[in-house]
């Protein structure tokens, strides 16, 4: 009989739940059981007297076979694979027998911090089918070398069975193109638990049990190894067949080395398949909403129905009911906006705003005299609210449903004094539904979630807003076929190719794993130089600003290594409210944001409302398509004081020749000389006599194809690719139906750009972008290939476009352009920059 199994801690620190592992496959116990160290001190000693099985190729896992056969995986950080041993120093081998206590590795904590995804440590049993943890230390700090775990043999059974039955042995070659790493691996040991049979995998005098993930690893098979599968006990020879099969149809990582034979019978099913209705290749295409790549297990929130009775109990006993329910959110709104970023304060402002609508509150009271209840007077209230909203088809409008929907939910849980059942999140969750509410993100562990993808909702929604402020790669508009994804189904979330990837395959998932540990080390280096300007391969200097709607977004700009704001929205000081700032109002804003980029450059975007953005004391008469009526500049010459008054306050900025203006939307020669003439009349007003730029967004598709008459007058050009992609290809951004078809590197709208850059050069006036494309990593060869010579990006991403400048050289970039615009849809444009930065030469 084997005995029981006691596990120290292999060094000091806290000792935490698997399951708050910041990653999927040890905190879904894919690997095996067992506890997190978050450690306090630099070195990994032996849990108990064992072997080493094997010391991984990058120094930062160990595994070690004790003797009662309990195999132990101890994985210093979390893709810490990346830095390839760079931190660590090793003190045993394969095959060396070690005491409890030895050193087994060292590392540079200082340097994993820095550079891994978390400190954290799994300490797995990988073969829990022989073992199981009847005793376990956590949540708390421990020594190194005191009690972490116990372990007691399952049974006899597991070792009584290799010695009964049959027996079956089988040479292969092994097909895949990168051996039997780790998830080959965990799939050949998922199909032999399978079998009753004890089975194994043998390379010369190596021998690993094919149950266990981490000994097959140990084997270090590689491509065209010659391997004896062998199986001993009642179901011997199907196993060995399945096991065979499974490994010579090369499970997505390459193509067989021998003809796949017809089976008698299916194998069994490692993975669920993929779901009928998804797409075959199981890539679901949605809409970026917030950037990243995540990895995780699909969990679908479903807010369930509450139903309401029609019939009330008394006028006064329902009112006063509705009064408390309201109080009761309106508490909870406030609580809750005391902390977070803008954005949320932001969100919850507007969700206050809305209970206090007496539209609203009245509907509800109406229905209450009629003799219904507090609950279905208030569903009506709002749901007629939502249809009519609806029915208007203007996205700004739409995008409050959602608002709308979520307070109705809230006002209803609390009439029925029930709470929003909390959701159970593991670490490495990917949140599915059909639209995701405001408040349910509000209230999840921003920890526990990796990412969310949703059926419809558009891109510029609140919850869209709400995820990117809080970090959480997110897709939208995904459609119908979301439905279809599995609960715990493994997913590759990448927000900024806008596929949500399900089931993927091993070579899919560690490409998706080494992507995300390669991506934190490239941001990481960008952030160390993002205060270094942005000099090309060949010596060409570009201009790397960042986007501002306020002072903190300017702090942050100069923390992020902006060397100016491109473009600051000025409509932050014209929306929600009764009347229009005052000329003193906006100039101590405007200096105050100039103060805060400590002399930096600022563009500063005159009023661009109209279309999606509307103010109450602008009542823009209804339009039929408003995204074509009164928009940006039209709006200033139909309201000319209030144009007067903004350039006034912007002149007044010191030192006069930071700030240079920049007019939206303008789509003719006269709309630019109308602006002039104002600002002349202004600076005339203020005794200034020196030049100011004033600057043209291009937005339209008339402005791109006159460029040059523009740039004959403006100072200089910058385009706006969000509004330019959707004239362009006459598609609204906010409609989810056209949403995944929206992609500023559409071939229309680099040629739109190529034709800006090629009339500004007439002129020699420089074109900046400033649209959501500066932000977009793959854009940044082409645009500087087509002459762009400033981006104006979102805060957080300037330091890695500044990278990614560094890395190019504008002979390459010019040649790439051209090869661009010759491509015939954006897809093809992506997959040839990939294919240009991927290639050996660079850029």
Known sequence: MVSNLVLTAPLRG???????????????????????????????????????????????????????????????????????????????????????????????????????????????????????????????????????????????????????????????????????????????????????????LVIGARRANARSPVGLMSLAVRHGDVVQLQASGPDASAAVAALAELIESGMGEGAPLIAKAPAASAPPQVEPSTPADLPRDGVLKGVLAAPGLAIGKAVRLAAAEIVVREAGEGRAQEEAALAAALQKVRTRIGKAAETGDKARKAILAAHHAFLDDPELTAGARRLIAEGRSAGFAW?????????????????????????????????????????????????????????????????VDPAAVAGFATARGGPTSHVAILAAAMGIPALVALGGALSKVKDGATLILDADAATLRVAPDAKALEAAQMGLARRQELKAAAKAAAHQPAVTLDGARIEV???????????????????????????????????????????????????????????????????????????????????????????????????????????????????????????????????????????????????????????????????????????FLSVGTNDLTQYVLAMDRGNPELAAGIDALHPAVLRMIDQTCKGAAKHQRWVGVCGGLASDLDATPILLGLGVTELSTTASIAPEVKARVRMLSLETCRALAAQALEQTSPDAIRALVQTHLNAPHGA
């Not at 944001?593 to 500063?604: N, Q, T, V």
């Open 14 to 200: 806290w000792i935490a739940p698997l399951e708050e592992t910041p990653d999927a496959v040890f905190a879904e116990r894919m690997l095996g059981d067992g506890l997190a160290i978050d450690p306090l001190d630099s070195t990994l000693h032996a849990p108990c007297d064992a072997t080493v099985v094997n010391v991984h190729r990058a120094c930062h896992a160990v595994t070690l076979r004790a003797a009662n056969g309990a195999e132990i995986l101890m994985h210093i950080g979390l893709e810490t694979v990346a830095l390839n041993g760079e931190g660590f120093e090793v003190f045993v081998q394969d095959g060396q027998s070690v005491k409890a206590g030895d050193r087994l590795i060292s590392f540079d904590l200082d340097l994993l911090a820095q550079r891994a995804r978390s400190l954290i440590t799994p300490v797995v049993i990988t073969n829990l089918e022989a073992f199981q943890i009847v005793r376990r230390d956590q949540d708390r700090e421990v020594a190194a070398g005191a009690f972490l775990m116990e372990l007691a043999p399952v049974g006899d059974a597991v070792v009584a069975a290799a010695g009964a039955g049959e027996e079956a042995l089988r040479e292969i070659v092994v097909p895949l193109a990168h051996g039997i790493h780790a998830r080959p691996a965990a799939r050949i040991a998922e199909a032999a638990k399978t079998f009753d049979a004890e089975t194994a």
């Open 545 to 715: 600003f960042a986007n501002t709607g306020s002072v903190a977004d300017a702090q942050t700009a100069v923390a992020n290594g902006a060397e100016g704001s491109g473009l600051l929205r000025t409509e932050f000081l014209f929306l929600d409210r009764e009347t229009p700032p005052d000329e003193d109002e906006q100039a101590r804003q405007y200096q105050a944001i100039a103060d805060a980029l400590d002399g930096r450059p600022l563009i500063i975007r005159t009023l661009d409302v109209g279309g999606d953005k509307a103010a109450p004391y602008l009542p823009i008469p209804a339009e039929e398509n408003p995204a074509l009526g009164l928009r940006g500049v039209r709006v200033s010459l139909w309201r000319p004081h209030l144009l007067k008054t903004q350039l006034r306050a912007i002149l007044r900025v010191v030192p006069l020749g930071q700030c240079k203006i920049m007019v939206p939307m303008v789509a003719s020669l006269d709309e630019l000389r109308a602006v002039r003439a104002v600002l002349e009349e202004a600076k005339r007003e203020l005794g200034i006599t020196e030049r100011v730029e004033l600057g043209v967004m291009i937005e339209t598709p008339a402005a791109a194809v006159t460029a040059d008459l523009l740039a004959a007058e403006a100072d």
């Open 379 to 443: 569903r009506q209230s709002v749901g007629g609210y939502v249809e009519a909203l609806r029915a208007l088809g203007d996205r700004r409008m739409a995008e409050r449903v959602d608002d709308l929907i979520d307070l109705e939910r809230q006002v209803l849980r609390a009439l029925s004094g029930e709470e929003e059942a909390d959701a159970t999140l593991a670490p490495g969750s990917i949140l599915l539904a059909d639209e995701l509410l405001p408040s349910q993100l509000m209230d």
